[in-house]
Every structure is written in C-alpha cells, then in structure tokens.
C-alpha cells in the first residue's frame, strides 16, 4: 500500500519542480535511487543530474534512461554523497530530495548544503514521513500500544528502520528558514496503512479508503496528517 504513496509523492515533485523551475533548468536529485523521478524531470526537458551512494541503484537507474533513449547530454548520475561530491555552488535551478532527509543525522547541514548548491531563485522540493498521520489516529494508537506494553498485554514490535525524524509543516519551515531559505509550502498526502481493525481491510478496500480520503482533501484540512509530507523552500534572488 505504501506504493500508493511513493507514486503519489513522485507526481507531486515532478509537478512542483516544474512549475517553479523554467524549462531546461538544471535539476538536481539527491538520492535518486532507480531513477523514477529523475527519468520523469528528464523527460520534461530538464537537465538532471542524480546523485546516489549505491551503485546498484544508479545502475538500474542508467538502464532506465538508456531503455528511455534519453540524450546522455541531458543527464549525469552520479555515485556518492550530496554533501561531499565535487558540485559546483549555485550551479542548480532546483533541486529534489525525497526520503532523503529524514536520515540524515544532521538535517541543519545538508539543508546548508542544498542552499549552496542552489542559484540565486532556485527551488528546493524535500520530503519526508509525518509526525502525526491519520492513520494511527493523530497518536492515540501509538500512545494505546505503548500502554499494553507497559501493562504487559502486548509485546514490543522490532523496528522498522523508517528513518530518524518526522514531520510537521512547522517543523519543515523551521528547518528550511534556519538554513536561509523562503519557505513557499508543505503539503502532505497519502492515507494508507491504518492500524486497528482497518488494518484488516483488503487491499482492494484499503486502496478504496486511500482515494476517497485523498479526495476529501481537497475540501477538507487534513493533507497534513497524511503519511508523507512534501515541502518546497526558496533560495533569495538577492
């Protein structure tokens, strides 16, 4: 069901990418995996460079755009770390990091980092898992599961390595302003994994509860308590 997500959150990018950076900017993604979203940038006339600290993934990545036939003067893929390769300051228009910066031990430094890479306007589009999400109830299933454990009515679940912080838009305009960027936006969405007796629901009836809350959103405040958050910053044109 979290594929619901990931695919909805790279829409989400893309789009926001585009309508903020002029056509045939330079884009940087960082962490750029398989190449999903990078393929996608590409394909809409940006340069795109991805940078990624696993080979496999960059290989898939590079068959990707060769299957995709691709100009290889429009892209770079790159094997390494954002915050020591050898990128030239302000050389981007945009950049992308989704799932990335929630495990970073240092969220302060990469966002420093992104800010020099950045050109004078440029846009940065991150993302990263809520702090509070609907689908455990704004916390209260959470908080229930630790009482049982406490009481001794529930065994601890292992960890599921998802990273280390969540967040809110506050936190992300936090973040993104102490780093010197204009904070322009956060938008959460995708509503799937629900604990409780949803958890029982099919995939066919859980994918249901996804498209109609996503829909309800639109009219209603809740994108915010979705499972993932996207927010977009600004480096000043000054």
Same mark, same amino acid.
């Given at each position: 069901?979290?594929?619901?997500?990931?695919?909805?959150?790279?829409?989400?990018?893309?789009?926001?990418?585009?309508?903020?950076?002029?056509?045939?900017? @330079?884009?940087? %993604? $960082?962490?750029?995996?398989?190449?999903?979203? !990078? &393929?996608? +940038?590409? /394909?809409?006339?940006?340069?795109?460079?991805?940078?990624?600290?696993?080979?496999?993934?960059?290989?898939?990545?590079?068959? @990707?755009?060769? %299957? $995709?036939?691709?100009?290889?003067?429009?892209? !770079? &893929?790159? +094997?390494? /770390?954002?915050?020591?390769?050898?990128?030239?300051?302000?050389?981007?228009?945009?950049?992308?990091?989704?799932?990335?910066?929630?495990?970073?031990?240092?969220?302060?430094?990469?966002?420093?980092?992104?800010?020099? +890479?950045?050109?004078?306007?440029?846009?940065?589009?991150?993302?990263?898992?809520?702090?509070?999400?609907?689908?455990?109830?704004?916390?209260?299933?959470?908080?229930?599961?630790?009482?049982?454990?406490?009481?001794?009515?529930?065994?601890?679940?292992?960890?599921?390595?998802?990273?280390?912080?969540?967040?809110?838009?506050?936190?992300?305009?936090?973040?993104?302003?102490?780093?010197?960027?204009?904070?322009?936006?956060?938008?959460?969405?995708?509503?799937?994994?629900?604990?409780?007796?949803?958890?029982?629901?099919?995939?066919?009836?859980?994918?249901?509860?996804?498209?109609?809350?996503?829909?309800?959103?639109?009219?209603?405040?809740?994108?915010?308590?979705?499972?993932?958050?996207?927010?977009?910053?600004?480096?000043?044109?000054?």
């Amino acid at each position: 069901m979290n594929d619901l997500v990931l695919a909805n959150r790279r829409r989400l990018a893309v789009e926001l990418v585009s309508s903020f950076v002029r056509p045939g900017g @330079r884009v940087l %993604d $960082a962490g750029c995996g398989a190449g999903l979203v !990078a &393929l996608d +940038l590409a /394909e809409r006339g940006f340069f795109l460079h991805g940078i990624d600290i696993a080979e496999p993934m960059l290989e898939l990545a590079r068959s @990707r755009f060769r %299957d $995709a036939t691709v100009d290889e003067r429009h892209y !770079a &893929l790159t +094997l390494g /770390e954002v915050e020591t390769a050898e990128l030239a300051p302000a050389s981007f228009d945009g950049i992308t990091a989704l799932g990335f910066i929630e495990y970073q031990v240092d969220e302060a430094e990469l966002l420093r980092r992104f800010h020099e +890479l950045l050109a004078p306007g440029g846009i940065l589009v991150l993302s990263g898992p809520t702090r509070v999400r609907l689908a455990n109830y704004w916390g209260l299933a959470t908080k229930a599961r630790a009482k049982l454990i406490e009481l001794g009515l529930r065994r601890p679940a292992p960890s599921r390595g998802v990273g280390l912080h969540r967040y809110s838009p506050e936190r992300f305009r936090s973040l993104l302003e102490a780093a010197g960027f204009e904070f322009l936006k956060a938008q959460g969405h995708g509503f799937v994994e629900f604990e409780g007796p949803l958890r029982r629901l099919p995939y066919n009836g859980e994918r249901a509860l996804h498209q109609a809350l996503s829909a309800a959103s639109r009219w209603i405040p809740i994108n915010r308590w979705g499972n993932d958050m996207i927010a977009v910053g600004r480096k000043s044109s000054a």
